[in-house]
């Protein structure tokens, strides 16, 4: 697998990593924003940054299937379905994510949905476990990716 195609992986992983690591920088800015103007354009900073830190990193795994020559997960889980084959060892290919990582996807995953249908309710408070899921998924992504290619293209 050593061509071009691992250029989109690479822009997925970045756009992931830079998202993930915004909504971490928003997130820390809430409690002290007051106005009432600020504050909500924090809030939505943060959770928009959330969700396409999110799609991001299922833009990866999906180009990482598509490479391997899988087909994408379908149906009415098929976000779920798409973190639990990546982080699992499939037809002579290694995980995609470690465990670790993929239970800090599957928690920015239920965020999402979360931030998508909360506007009007949003309380950061609540967040705080899909922020460190971000950060791990941050500071991990990169390498879990290199990991994982180098396992199938060495």
């Not at 943060?46 to 379908?74: I, K, W, Y």
């Not at 779920?80 to 084959?85: E, G, M, Q, S």
């Not at 002579?92 to 993929?102: F, K, M, S, T, Y």
């Not at 920015?108 to 949003?122: C, E, G, I, L, Q």
Request: proline share 3%; aromatic share 8%; net charge negative.
């Amino acid at each position: 697998m050593s061509d071009a195609r691992w250029f989109e992986v690479d822009t997925a992983v970045e756009a992931a990593v830079r998202h993930f690591t915004w909504a971490q920088s928003f997130y820390v800015r809430i409690e002290g924003t007051n106005a009432i103007e600020d504050r909500h354009l924090v809030e939505m900073a943060f959770m928009h940054a959330m969700q396409s830190g999110h799609t991001s990193l299922e833009n990866t795994l999906l180009r990482v299937l598509d490479l391997c020559g899988e087909a994408a997960p379908t149906g009415a889980t098929w976000h779920a379905d798409l973190i639990r084959r990546a982080a699992r060892a499939l037809d002579g290919r290694p995980a995609i994510l470690a465990d670790v990582v993929a239970e800090a996807a599957d928690v920015t995953r239920r965020f999402r949905n979360v931030a998508v249908h909360a506007y009007d309710s949003f309380d950061y408070t609540k967040a705080g476990e899909a922020v460190r899921g971000a950060g791990m998924i941050a500071s991990l992504l990169p390498s879990e990716i290199a990991r994982f290619r180098q396992a199938m293209d060495p």
